[in-house]
């Protein structure tokens, strides 16, 4: 069954960096779009970034473009989210996701696999 595995989440202090990953097995990752969601406590799950199946387009949230940046390593199924001048709002559990459309994609609901998420907590 289709599985994904978040890793590289922790404490970091405000301005640092972290590299979250996210492998993928039991589907073929090459062919679908992925995205990288995070929910603070009390709040909805908002989009953070997207990535076409090769890699060739990407998109990102206003409220973390030119801090984030996604990519993605189709030989190893995996995503990454680099995550750079972390801010104490950037505080949530971070969430990877497959869409079988294969595409940049921004609504939750549009996605067909989940991870179980990486805690990131960011401090003042």
């Known amino acids: 069954q289709a599985q994904l595995v978040e890793s590289g989440g922790g404490l970091v202090q405000a301005g640092g960096s972290l590299r979250l990953s996210c492998t993928a097995s039991g589907f073929n990752f090459a062919t679908y779009g992925m995205g990288w969601f995070r929910q603070a406590p009390g709040k909805e799950r908002e989009f953070v970034a997207s990535i076409y199946r090769s890699g060739i387009l990407t998109y990102v949230s206003d409220s973390v473009k030119g801090r984030f940046t996604i990519s993605r390593d189709n030989a190893k199924n995996t995503v990454y989210l680099q995550m750079n001048s972390l801010k104490p709002q950037d505080t949530a559990v971070y969430y990877c996701?497959?869409?079988?459309?294969?595409?940049?994609?921004?609504?939750?609901?549009?996605?067909?696999?989940w991870g179980q998420g990486t805690q990131v907590t960011v401090s003042s």
């Open positions: 996701a497959a869409n079988e459309f294969g595409n940049i994609q921004y609504l939750a609901d549009k996605y067909n696999h």
